[in-house]
C-alpha cells in the first residue's frame, strides 16, 4: 500500500496505478511546469505576487468560498493531476493508495481515499498560500504537508508491517537574509519538529521494519521545478545506497528481494 502528502500524493498515485514511471519521467521533463501552474522562475517574485494577490483577495473577499466557484490556479493544477493518473478514481489503483490532506477550517489531518485521484491530489499539494484550498466533501482541504510530511501511521492503519518512506524536507541551514526567510524557516522548524516526533513514535513500534530514505534535494527551492532531473537522480542514488536495508526488510517478510530491488 501507499500513502503520500503533497507531491509524494502525485507521485504514490502514478505508482499505485501501474504508471510507466518512465513515461512519468519524460513528461515531467518536457512539460514546463512553471509555465502550466503560471508561476515565475524567482521564488522571491512568485512569493511577492502571491503576498499582494492575498492583500487583493483579503480586500474584495477571498474568491475560493464563492459558491461555484473554480479557481484557476486549481484547474491547471488538476489539469496536471489528471493527467498523471489517467483521471482514474481510487478504486482503480492496483495498489491501494491514500492522499493526506489538512482541513483548514478545524486542523484535522484528512485521508483522502474516495473518488477522483486527481481531486485527492490536488487537495494535498494545495501550499496555502500559494494554491486555493480545494473544497472537497464539505471541508476546504489544503497540504497535509502542514501536519504530516510523512503519513507513516495512514500506512500502518492500511496494514502496512514494514514501511519505506521517502523524506525531502528542506533543511534549516539555509541563509536567512530577510523576514520573509525568517517565516519560511519558521515552517521548516515546525514542519520538521512535528515529523522529529512522528518518526520517533512510528521507530519505537516499528524498528528496523521502518526504512526512511533521505534524497540529496535540500538545495532545490520552492518552484525549482526545472530541477526535475536532478531530483529524480538523487531519490534513485538513495534507494543504490540502501539496496542492502531494503532486501533485509524483504527477506524478513518472507519477500524475494531480487528482482524487487533491482527494479528500485
Not at 25 to 38: A, G, H, K, M, T
Given at each position: 500500500m501507499i500513502a503520500g502528502t503533497s507531491m509524494g500524493a502525485a507521485?504514490?498515485?502514478?505508482?499505485?496505478?501501474?504508471?510507466?514511471?518512465?513515461?512519468?519521467?519524460?513528461?515531467?521533463?518536457?512539460i514546463d511546469l512553471n509555465e502550466l501552474l503560471q508561476v515565475t522562475d524567482s521564488t522571491l517574485r512568485e512569493l511577492q505576487k502571491i503576498i499582494g494577490r492575498s492583500m487583493m483577495e483579503y480586500v474584495r473577499g477571498s474568491p475560493w468560498r464563492e459558491e461555484g466557484a473554480s479557481p484557476h490556479d486549481l484547474a491547471r493544477l488538476n489539469?496536471?493531476?489528471?493527467?498523471?493518473?489517467?483521471?482514474?478514481?481510487?478504486?482503480?489503483?492496483?495498489?491501494?493508495?491514500?492522499?493526506?490532506?489538512?482541513?483548514?477550517?478545524?486542523?484535522?489531518?484528512?485521508?483522502?481515499?474516495?473518488?477522483?485521484?486527481?481531486?485527492?491530489?490536488?487537495?494535498?499539494?494545495?501550499?496555502?498560500?500559494?494554491f486555493s484550498p480545494v473544497a472537497l466533501d464539505g471541508r476546504y482541504l489544503i497540504d497535509g504537508g502542514i501536519l504530516e510530511k510523512l503519513p507513516v501511521d495512514v500506512v500502518r492503519d492500511m496494514g502496512g508491517e514494514a514501511i519505506l518512506a521517502v523524506d525531502t524536507s528542506?533543511?534549516?541551514?539555509?541563509?536567512?537574509?530577510?523576514?520573509l526567510d525568517a517565516i519560511l524557516q519558521s515552517q521548516r522548524a515546525t514542519s520538521q519538529y512535528l515529523t522529529g516526533l512522528q518518526m520517533a513514535r512510528a521507530r519505537e513500534e516499528l524498528?528496523?521494519?521502518?526504512?526512511?530514505?533521505?534524497?540529496?534535494?535540500?538545495?532545490?527551492?520552492?518552484?525549482?521545478?526545472?530541477h526535475t532531473e536532478e531530483a529524480i537522480q538523487a531519490g534513485e542514488e538513495s534507494v543504490r545506497t540502501h539496496l542492502d536495508d531494503l532486501r533485509a526488510i524483504l527477506v524478513d517478510h518472507g519477500e524475494a528481494p531480487s528482482r524487487t530491488c533491482s527494479e528500485l
Amino acid at each position: 500500500m501507499i500513502a503520500g502528502t503533497s507531491m509524494g500524493a502525485a507521485m504514490g498515485a502514478t505508482k499505485a496505478i501501474g504508471a510507466n514511471l518512465e513515461m512519468v519521467r519524460r513528461v515531467l521533463e518536457s512539460i514546463d511546469l512553471n509555465e502550466l501552474l503560471q508561476v515565475t522562475d524567482s521564488t522571491l517574485r512568485e512569493l511577492q505576487k502571491i503576498i499582494g494577490r492575498s492583500m487583493m483577495e483579503y480586500v474584495r473577499g477571498s474568491p475560493w468560498r464563492e459558491e461555484g466557484a473554480s479557481p484557476h490556479d486549481l484547474a491547471r493544477l488538476n489539469e496536471l493531476f489528471s493527467l498523471l493518473t489517467a483521471n482514474k478514481g481510487f478504486e482503480d489503483t492496483l495498489i491501494p493508495f491514500a492522499a493526506v490532506a489538512a482541513d483548514l477550517e478545524t486542523g484535522e489531518r484528512v485521508v483522502l481515499q474516495h473518488g477522483k485521484i486527481a481531486s485527492a491530489i490536488t487537495a494535498s499539494t494545495a501550499v496555502p498560500g500559494v494554491f486555493s484550498p480545494v473544497a472537497l466533501d464539505g471541508r476546504y482541504l489544503i497540504d497535509g504537508g502542514i501536519l504530516e510530511k510523512l503519513p507513516v501511521d495512514v500506512v500502518r492503519d492500511m496494514g502496512g508491517e514494514a514501511i519505506l518512506a521517502v523524506d525531502t524536507s528542506a533543511p534549516l541551514d539555509r541563509e536567512i537574509g530577510t523576514c520573509l526567510d525568517a517565516i519560511l524557516q519558521s515552517q521548516r522548524a515546525t514542519s520538521q519538529y512535528l515529523t522529529g516526533l512522528q518518526m520517533a513514535r512510528a521507530r519505537e513500534e516499528l524498528g528496523e521494519r521502518l526504512l526512511v530514505l533521505r534524497p540529496e534535494v535540500g538545495w532545490i527551492r520552492m518552484f525549482g521545478f526545472e530541477h526535475t532531473e536532478e531530483a529524480i537522480q538523487a531519490g534513485e542514488e538513495s534507494v543504490r545506497t540502501h539496496l542492502d536495508d531494503l532486501r533485509a526488510i524483504l527477506v524478513d517478510h518472507g519477500e524475494a528481494p531480487s528482482r524487487t530491488c533491482s527494479e528500485l
